[in-house]
């Protein structure tokens, strides 16, 4: 047996010998023991023994993902199934690969056949899921992706690959690049320190305390909502919706906020100077003064503060209204 077949082989048996015995238990009827009549709770852990997880994938369309960074080496999966009965309950699956690598990728799954081959009775999904807790070492680089469950990360140090479907996404004290991407699910992210790029076509994006290189925010018809805000370079964008920030400007950085249609509010705190653009098919209000009136396509230009290192703004939105202040 060649090295990397026996690393394979170590991996499949440090997963059986680890497991945790699944425990299945009837619903008891409270509003979060899930939507099935029958519960299945395991543990295991998921990695080959004696090597470290430096990278972890998860893919779950049948339910949430939680994953929690810690101080250790392994990673640590809880996996809770939810079925309308127990044949059901038997065909749902978490499948765990482990790589001589290091990383480690778990999916789930609802099985069309039986051991023999024959095909299984239909089962519709909205009766079925599988939530899953994961515990991973900070230091692991995470991905991950849910269809309509809910996604979030939080205390984990290498930055996170995140894409969702309708399900919101959340992310809490997270070091590292981000990247997120949802199509009609909400996104919100906490104590992010690093470049951090969000994208949804129909949900909100809201940020509190980002810290980095670069904030990129983009939202089709979604708003945007941004508090302490400390990033060198800042884009958000929304098509039709409104954007609310307050932020704190960099030397020698950029703040460019864009909206088509919606309203856009942004207030700036700290020493930094900041040399402003505005333009708007509304009304735009520059530090409290309104401008003079002016069309959409004519920029309104304002100087405030040190003239060292001065960031750049801009500000704009086709149709509707532009504000810009100075805050204490």
Do not use: C
């Not at 980002?210 to 958000?236: E, F, N």
Request: charged share 25%; proline share 3%.
């Amino acid at each position: 047996m060649s090295a990397l077949r026996a690393l394979a082989a170590s991996a499949l048996a440090g997963l059986t010998a680890l497991a945790a015995p699944a425990v299945a238990r009837a619903d008891d009827g409270t509003d979060g023991d899930g939507d099935g009549a029958v519960i299945e709770r395991a543990e295991f852990e998921a990695g080959v023994v004696g090597r470290p997880v430096g990278e972890i994938t998860i893919d779950n369309s049948l339910g949430d993902v939680r994953i929690e960074g810690y101080d250790g080496s392994t990673v640590t999966v809880i996996a809770v199934k939810h079925a309308p009965d127990a044949a059901s309950l038997r065909r749902l699956r978490v499948e765990s690969l482990a790589n001589p690598d290091g990383s480690v990728r778990l999916t789930t799954l609802l099985t069309e056949r039986g051991s023999g081959g024959a095909e299984r009775p239909a089962v519709a999904l909205a009766s079925v899921r599988v939530d899953l807790t994961i515990k991973v070492p900070r230091a692991a680089t995470i991905s991950g992706r849910v269809t309509t469950g809910r996604l979030e990360v939080e205390n984990v140090d290498a930055g996170a690959d995140l894409d969702s479907s309708t399900g919101p996404i959340v992310v809490r004290n997270v070091a590292g690049v981000v990247f997120a991407r949802s199509l009609a699910g909400s996104q919100r992210f906490e104590e992010v320190f690093g470049s951090l790029d969000s994208h949804a076509v129909d949900g909100d994006l809201a940020f509190d305390s980002v810290r980095g290189a670069a904030l990129t925010a983009r939202a089709y018809a979604g708003d945007i909502d941004g508090r302490r805000v400390a990033s060198k370079q800042v884009r958000l964008s929304s098509i039709s919706g409104s954007i609310d920030l307050e932020a704190e400007p960099q030397a020698g950085g950029s703040v460019a906020v864009t909206s088509l249609r919606g309203a856009v509010d942004v207030r700036l705190r700290g020493a930094v100077g900041v040399a402003v653009r505005a333009r708007a098919g509304g009304r735009v209000t520059l530090a409290g003064a309104a401008a003079p009136p002016s069309s959409a396509d004519r920029w309104i230009e304002a100087r405030y503060g040190a003239r060292r290192d001065r960031a750049a703004v801009q500000v704009e939105s086709r149709f509707g209204d532009v504000s810009f202040a100075l805050v204490q």
